[in-house]
């Protein structure tokens, strides 16, 4: 049973970072791509970043350019982001999922399958 679960998120002040953490199980991680989405009230949900099963295919949303990074950890079949420079317009619900292959592709939402419950991110002074 495919599983992914969120953690990490919290009230953080601008300018402040956050390491959200994508726990799986039921499948390896380093055979599938893992991204990372949000979703702010009244928004559509967003690619923020991707990785592939090669390190060289990272796929980068607009807001994440610059100030996230994505790492996955295949000992421990997790997928972190961690997020620098955090600005409010960061504030959402961000979500974790596993891809039908390898490929971020264009990180479209088609192609994620199974998805976490998400975190919640506030960033507010």
């Known amino acids: 049973q495919v599983q992914l679960v969120e953690s990490g998120g919290g009230l953080v002040q601008p300018g402040g970072s956050l390491r959200l953490s994508c726990a799986t199980s039921?499948?390896?991680?380093?055979?599938?791509?893992i991204a990372w989405f949000r979703q702010a009230p009244g928004k559509e949900r967003a690619g923020v970043l991707c990785i592939g099963n090669s390190v060289r295919n990272t796929v980068f949303g607009d807001s994440a350019k610059g100030r996230f990074t994505i790492a996955r950890h295949n000992v421990k079949n997790t997928v972190y982001l961690q997020m620098n420079n955090l600005k409010h317009e960061d504030t959402a619900v961000y979500l974790c999922s596993k891809a039908r292959g390898s490929s971020c592709g264009s990180m479209s939402e088609q192609e994620f399958t199974s998805w976490g419950q998400g975190t919640q991110v506030t960033v507010s002074a």
């Open positions: 039921g499948f390896t991680v380093d055979n599938y791509a």
